[in-house]
């Protein structure tokens, strides 16, 4: 089992950049693939940028290719997301997941999330 714990949310104005952080427990953090996904209000929560587990294979939502980068280091349980260039409709709750697949469809555990506010 794994417990995650996010942060690094916060307030930036449009075309700003954010970083947030995720926090493993455990020590087979390597043994994960790890994903970020969103929640705006009153909508459904959609995928944003995932990393499979040992070979490091990174994959995003189009509405963020180019912009956000996701990346982990195994030594010290974390994965991060890389925000540049965000725009109003980035605003959400982030949420960090993980699943012990090689090729992610649902994931077993959640953190709590953080937000993440776009505005001027």
């Known amino acids: 089992q794994v417990q995650l714990v996010e942060s690094g949310g916060g307030l930036v104005q449009p075309g700003g950049s954010l970083r947030l952080s995720c926090a493993a427990s455990?020590?087979?953090?390597?043994?994960?693939?790890m994903g970020w996904f969103r929640q705006a209000l009153g909508k459904e929560r959609e995928f944003v940028a995932g990393i499979r587990r040992f070979v490091g294979y990174q994959y995003y939502a189009n509405s963020v290719k180019g912009r956000f980068t996701i990346s982990r280091d195994n030594a010290r349980n974390t994965v991060s997301l890389q925000m540049n260039s965000l725009k109003p409709e980035d605003t959400a709750v982030y949420y960090c997941?993980?699943?012990?697949?090689?090729?992610?469809?649902?994931?077993?555990?959640w953190g709590q999330g953080t937000q993440v506010t776009v505005s001027s």
């Open positions: 455990g020590r087979t953090f390597s043994m994960y693939s």
């Open positions: 997941a993980a699943v012990q697949a090689d090729y992610p469809d649902e994931y077993d555990y």
